[in-house]
């Protein structure tokens, strides 16, 4: 089964440093979304991509967090200076959206666990 | 704005007892409501996707239903590696391509 892949797993750093995550998404996929998931939230979206375009960011911290994607096969988030309550499982996910027909599922990764120092 | 709210928040099941899960929605225009399973340490995965009311889908012990203001997972007989968090989310028309609105989601135990 195709799935989409994050790196690094885990990264715990201090605070001030920056941290990059990435994911590859699943071949085939034109959307991709980065979401933060902490015990009291849930589930927050941050920012999601189409066909590589930023699509809405306004999730994100604009001052200290950037997505990109540099190409179809890689996303990147990042965060400079990190803080403590950035502290958070960061996952990726993708999907293929149809014009005028019923989207497919968003399939996640397993996320980046990050603890900042 | 599209919300979801998922009850119970936690439950607690003895094996072989069926039970059921709520996730009410609002939404402009309902394109779709998608139930996820996530495990410890594991993103969410995907189970099954509803797109009209008297829709249902069934997967081994889970059967989820619709409703035009909400869905139910019914975990029928459940086994311990049934116990997850299950996540209710939907998109509505008005979003922009295929964007989620997510439940809070409840936390089941299922005890031997």
């Known amino acids: 089964d195709a799935r989409v892949t994050q790196t690094p797993r885990h990264k715990v750093t201090e605070m001030g440093q920056e941290v990059t995550m990435r994911c590859q998404p699943i071949?085939?996929?034109?959307?991709v979304f980065w979401y933060r998931q902490t015990m009291m939230q849930g589930l927050e979206l941050l920012a999601y991509f189409r066909n590589r375009a930023p699509l809405d960011d306004s999730g994100m911290p604009k001052d200290r967090f950037s997505a990109e994607m540099p190409d179809a096969t890689l996303a990147t988030l990042k965060i400079q200076p990190s803080e403590p309550r950035d502290s958070a499982v960061y996952f990726c996910?993708?999907?293929?959206?149809?014009?005028?027909?019923?989207?497919?599922?968003?399939?996640f990764g397993d996320g980046t666990r990050l603890s900042i120092l | 704005e599209d919300q979801v709210t998922q009850s119970p928040e936690a439950l607690r099941l003895q094996e072989g007892e069926s039970s059921s899960l709520n996730c009410s929605y609002t939404?402009?225009?309902?394109?779709?409501l998608f139930w996820y399973r996530q495990d410890p340490g594991k993103g969410p995965e995907f189970l099954f996707t509803l797109y009209s009311a008297g829709e249902e889908k069934e997967k081994e012990r889970l059967k989820a239903t619709l409703t035009k203001k909400e869905s139910f997972l019914h975990i029928t007989a459940p086994k311990p590696e049934d116990s997850a968090t299950y996540l209710c989310a939907v998109q509505g028309f008005e979003a922009a391509g295929n964007k989620l609105t997510f439940g809070g989601g409840t936390r089941v135990l299922v005890k031997p």
């Open positions: 939404v402009s225009g309902l394109r779709g």
């Open positions: 071949l085939g996929h034109n959307t």
């Open positions: 996910a993708s999907g293929l959206a149809l014009s005028g027909g019923r989207n497919q599922p968003q399939h």
